[in-house]
């Protein structure tokens, strides 16, 4: 399960650290492990402008959260929607999703994790971060 | 109820008493067991038995606690029970609480609404007090009876109750003063533990509604017996007790509709309920999650959910129908003796398969102790349910229920059964 | 706790390990399975899996309520566990109280004394509110913390606790400030289950004694590793897990001295637990019915009295004999891993065979991912006790726990699996 | 477990019926069956001088406490005390016990019905209220 793919992201986190301007902030913890991270978000246009995050956590929660920032930043709302659903979609497929590259790119790397249902929470943790974070800027995003 | 038996080929019974060791048993001196009292605890098939022990030698682990293969094994084997169990009482896995018995369920609830005064803003449509109303029946098992005087005594809430009528039915004539804007919840029982009666739930629920009260369905005697489906009944919550329907003891269940579980303040507390721990205070676990404190019990949900399965194989409709021809077949029989009066409904409409009776000049004690030197198990006494036994004026009654591996001549065993204790005593 | 080896044959661990049919298997791809997650739950024996299997095959049914023989046979195993467990901790049987598992018993303590508040002048002792204070240490599991904090926030008492030394240890240098007059309970674990620690049950008992408060002990950790006898500790009520002991999950128990349980309110009301029920309100049944109320975990309860037997045949100081020769020989293999910190007491002084550590450079999920590939089940993540990880300045740990099936070569594999996983994360 | 002597007493039984004056009155209630017994008792110079009782229930708990005023009346506290345990010891001895009938009487009959634990309950439920009585009245006749 632990592919070069994720290791790499482990070691090289992209986009880590917590910058402003910030629209909605979101905190999410694991509660069997404790791993939690701290995600901003910054939507400008109906785009993704910037995601920026904090947290600790397991080799895969963390590699899991920086493909998630290559994954949405820059794209719409609705294209990171989209993306979000096709990863969460793999995540939870127990070993039986076929990831499509063109759109999960690095994440496709994950599609052994989900054999493995203690640690699909961990490569959610970043994304539920962001999906609450997207929910809490959505009316000002609609409007 | 579905009592029609025009499409169902009727039960194998032989064929199903071969899957439970316990009925080729013999007791007092060599006499073939006549089990009847199921309304009590069912016995367990084997197909129950290898399954828990099958998860026992292979999967047993800590569910949802681990990261190692068996934690996955039997987290997956405990959820698998979950979403089988709900899906067979018309419920979604997140509206299903596992608890050790159907007592703990309808107590869950109880004091959850008194632990909703000191939870918060989201916890305060389950707050009651002076001023709140209870409602129940005088019909009541202890379990959906005892935990509402006791929220009552720790709230100041008042505790009123439908009557029962001669026949054993709800006297629902006083239902607009009984049931009003005071009333916070309807707790009843879909099917009477002694009576026997089947409750009009659909007509409780509308005037519950109209009020605005929580309705509680105690399923205890139902879903065992016949397809019950929570979704469709409308109620707020049910409850029911895995050891009445085949499978292990320790074992109950708590249905509640997902917004009601996600507003209701946590009852026990502990490991696996939390979300965040510190010592100054804790947050806790989305449903079901939030409900089911500490180590659960695993083994035992995998039994219950291997009974689902049986119970799915056979058809819940083949099972109500052939309790429909044991409840026929004892009513009509024990009717026939002079001197034997059925405590509820004559006759098998909107009524299960538990019979309840006394004989005139022959104590229950007595009578189940003849019965019981014939192999006939039976229970005496109150069944926990005493106010309807002291409506009635009577302080206790014998009762046999009967369950899908009771053959009709099991019934006629009762029936002679009782015959020979009129002799024994003298009074036939 | 008794670790002196002299006098007892060491334990043949092989005749053991036959016993276990789940120690045979294999985990990911055809490794052997070596299971170091006894603290969560433990594994079932052979005679305890078939002392519930005959249970159920033979002698099921409602305990305490029917007048027949199958009745009477299970009323008579039931009770007959509960006299054989309450002998092995020192008790009596009107002692011991069965619950779901021990979270339900440290609840039900927290919710009678909520309930005494309304419960008449029997019960006042147990009142607690503003002005009480409960102590609890900062190395509980969260079934002995949060159900206190939910009892602060339901009577407006204040929760205090001790306090956790760079070693693990209780500090107790505070002792005169946190137990004062106020106090009304002071709850802790006999041995953490993380640090592996055993808490000074005499220093603090004698604390709270001289304050009047109430002393619970959690010996979730305790008994089932060696000879515990609460009598002799002089502790108000303890509590432990079946699943914990090699006994069934779904049943925990509840010891109380039995004047307290005589005292003391109700806490899940409903059948067997009454003494007349009466629509207006009821009285309760003596200690321990007073307690179980519903059909309880009967066949559980006879699974847990066959663990005690087996237990006792091969003797609990010859247990923790071997208990303590795999926390030694784990402590001295781990530490010598550089970059291996072990989180609890460094030597086998007042420490059981529980070693939970952090590991530089790797996260403890990735260190268990890999032990897991190894097949060696070990926990990972705060275990329940995230106010100690909190305090340790760490959000998880990986945990090993020992028990008597589990050899000293397999503490070699689990030392050689931790390099492996440095190796593989490059920090070695 | 039904000997003739039970049955005569629960037909006929001796004593029955709540008589004044008494020193104190018990009222007992078997929890699982919801049989029950009044039972009031008259010491007189430290001897059992009159037990009379109203109740419902079944044939054992009936004649037990039929027997029961036969075995007591007339005696001294201490020997009723004495009879009592030799009755309670029986009943609960699984049918282990032999019986004394010097002692017990026609109580002897009941020597089956320890082999049945459910009714030994019903058995004790009168000598329950004796003994509760004679706790209550005991002050009086010590001092
Ligand atoms: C020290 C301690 N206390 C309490 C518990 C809770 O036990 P259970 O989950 O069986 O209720 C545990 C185990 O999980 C424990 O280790
Ligand atoms: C109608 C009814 N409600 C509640 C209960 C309580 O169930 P349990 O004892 O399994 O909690 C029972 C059975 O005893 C019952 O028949």
Known sequence: ?143 | MTTTTANTTPLDVAAVRADFPILSRTVRDGKPLVYLDSGATSQRPLPVLDAERRFLETSNAAVHRGAHQLAEEATDAYEGARAKIADFVGATPGELVFTKNATEAINLVAYAMSNAATAGDDAKRFVVGPGDEIVVTEMEHHANLVPWQQLCQRTGAVLRWFPVTAEGRLDLSGIDELITERTKVVAFAHQSNVLGTVNPVGTLVRKAREVGALVLLDACQSVPHFAVNFRELDVDFAVFSGHKMLAPSGIGVLYGRRELLEAMPPFLTGGSMIELVRMEGSTFAPPPQKFEAGVPMTSQAVGLGAAVDYLNAIGMDRVAAHEHRLAERALNGLKEIPGVRIIGPPDTVDRGATVAFVVDGVHPHDAGQVLDSLGIAVRVGHHCAWPLHRSCGIPATVRATFYLYNELSEVDELVNGVREAQRFFGVA
Chains 1, 4 share one sequence.
């Open chain 1, 1 to 143: 399960m632990y592919q070069e793919i994720i290791l790499d992201h482990y070691k090289n986190p992209h986009g880590r650290g917590l910058r402003e301007p910030y629209d909605a902030e979101s905190f999410q913890v694991n509660p069997t492990c404790g791993d939690e991270v701290t995600l901003r978000l910054k939507v400008t246009d109906g785009k993704v402008a910037d995601v920026s995050y904090e947290g600790q956590g397991c080799s895969i929660s963390q590699a899991s959260t920086s493909v998630l920032t290559d994954l949405v930043t820059g794209h719409t709302v609705g294209e990171a929607l989209s993306t979000m659903d096709a990863f969460v979609e793999l995540m939870q497929g127990r070993g039986t999703v076929e990831p499509d590259e063109d759109v999960l790119e690095d994440g496709v790397a994950f599609a052994g994790v989900a054999k493995y249902p203690a640690r699909v929470k961990c490569a959610l943790l970043g994304w539920m971060a962001f999906k609450d974070a997207l929910a809490r800027t959505s009316n000002e995003v609609e409007a």
